[in-house]
């Protein structure tokens, strides 16, 4: 595995690979890595020739100061667990290496009511700052494919439509979620949980199977929501939304007859920790 950690370097790299007409995966991570991220590794590698993953705790994207300072930061052992999966480069920036001091860059990119609803109610000026993070690397890496995962559908959702208004020639695939044993999604938060309340969070994933059952059976999504806040709520769990929104314009819907393609959301604060989670429904015939 090749490390890079300034752009023009990775740059000039990458133009022999292509120049070789080698296709290029890229999975960017803000590091701390799990079996998450190596799933979009090893997906990456499966289609691509030449797999790029970048670590960047982007402090753009992070609205709450303390969340970005308490960010984990383990790189020997993300550094193991990309050679382990066999990824050909990662790319480490520093933050001015990013945001080159001086520059003056606007993204013209407006995420618009997608970027409103859900993640973006509870966490201001978050997806802007991921919208241009995203964009500058893949201006810098320029790959074919990327790889994100469902995981942060809402991240997923805005950078598909940035690729899309943007025309920029890349494929966006998203890989399922990864969980722990319990259900619970894998996170690089899920470290700073206690045992009891990781424990405790299988409740997230369970409440998101039990409410695909009573959707199928026609039951309001108000209900639905409002017995998956109370059953998201206890002594150390407090639920932000659970909403059932279509996949594509992230509003609201009430049953199939409203979307084919349903998405069930939610946010829990636990420990001084924000956990997301989703599923996808889709009727069962
Ligand atoms: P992050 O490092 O949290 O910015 O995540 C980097 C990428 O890994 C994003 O595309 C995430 O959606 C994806 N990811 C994070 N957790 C998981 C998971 N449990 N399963 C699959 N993909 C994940």
Redesign the pocket.
């Known amino acids: 595995m090749i490390q890079f950690q300034r752009v023009a370097h990775l740059r000039e790299y990458l133009q022999t690979g292509k120049s070789d007409k080698k296709v290029i995966g890229f999975?960017?991570?803000?590091?701390?890595?799990?079996?998450?991220?190596v799933?979009?590794a090893e997906r990456s590698n499966e289609v691509c020739d030449i797999t790029v993953v970048s670590i960047f705790v982007n402090p753009k994207q992070f609205n709450d100061p303390e969340d970005l300072r308490k960010y984990p930061r383990p790189l020997a052992s993300d550094l193991a667990m990309l050679t382990e999966a066999g990824v050909d480069v990662v790319f480490i920036p520093d933050v001015e290496d990013i945001y080159p001091p001086g520059e003056n860059f606007t993204l013209d990119f407006n995420p618009g009511p997608l970027a409103e609803t859900l993640e973006g109610e509870f966490r201001p000026g978050h997806f802007e700052g991921m919208a241009e993070v995203v964009y500058r690397l893949l201006t810098i890496v320029q790959p074919e494919k990327l790889?994100?995962?469902?995981?942060?559908f809402q991240?997923?959702a805005i950078v598909r439509k940035m690729i899309t208004e943007l025309q920029m020639p890349i494929l966006l695939e998203m890989?399922?979620?990864?969980?722990e044993p319990n259900g619970l999604?894998?996170?690089?938060r899920n470290e700073r949980l206690s045992p009891e309340a990781r424990s405790k969070a299988a409740i997230i994933y369970a409440t998101l199977i039990e409410s695909e059952i009573l959707f199928e059976e026609g039951v309001p999504a108000v209900e639905i929501k409002a017995q998956a806040m109370k059953s998201l709520t206890n002594d150390v769990f407090s639920p932000e939304y659970f909403e059932i929104v279509d996949g594509v314009t992230l509003q609201p819907v009430n049953s199939f007859e409203d979307s084919q393609y349903v998405v069930a959301l939610c946010a829990i604060r636990v420990e001084a920790i924000r956990l997301i989670d989703n599923a996808i429904w889709t009727r069962k015939e």
């Open positions: 999975v960017p991570t803000m590091g701390a890595l799990h079996k998450g991220h799933s979009l790889f994100m995962g469902q995981k942060d991240q997923l890989c399922p979620i990864i969980r999604a894998m996170s690089s």
